[in-house]
């Protein structure tokens, strides 16, 4: 079965740092773009960052810019997402995201296949 899982997620303090990952298991890995998504509560699903399938093209939000980095290993089939400096703003539910094209990807469209989601939380 091909899914993608996230882990990683907690409570952390503002000013704090955690590192997500992500790990495809099933089909192929390196053919796909990847992406984090975020949904804070009350509010629509947004892209925090993306990531080509070579990792040659990267794209953050306006608002992690700075904090965050999106890196891949494709061997291990796993994404990452390191964020540091987080702030209350941060706190949401993360989702992975896989897609044949970066470009639509970063767009928030053309998502073939979800995470599950994992939960942060950054107290002040």
């Known amino acids: 079965q091909v899914q993608l899982v996230e882990s990683g997620g907690g409570l952390v303090q503002a000013g704090g740092s955690l590192r997500l990952s992500c790990r495809k298991s099933?089909?192929?890995?390196?053919?796909?773009?990847m992406g984090w998504f975020r949904q804070a509560p009350g509010k629509e699903r947004e892209l925090v960052s993306g990531?080509?399938?070579?990792?040659?093209?990267?794209k953050y939000a306006d608002g992690v810019k700075g904090r965050f980095t999106i890196s891949r290993e494709n061997a291990k089939s796993t994404m990452y997402l390191q964020m540091n400096s987080l702030k209350p703003g941060d706190t949401g539910v993360y989702y992975c995201?896989?897609?044949?094209?970066?470009?639509?990807?970063?767009?928030?469209?053309?998502?073939?296949?979800w995470g599950q989601g994992t939960l942060v939380t950054v107290s002040s």
């Open positions: 995201a896989a897609a044949p094209f970066y470009s639509v990807l970063v767009e928030g469209r053309g998502v073939e296949l």
């Open positions: 990531i080509s399938a070579s990792g040659s093209m990267i």
């Open positions: 099933g089909g192929t890995f390196s053919n796909y773009a």
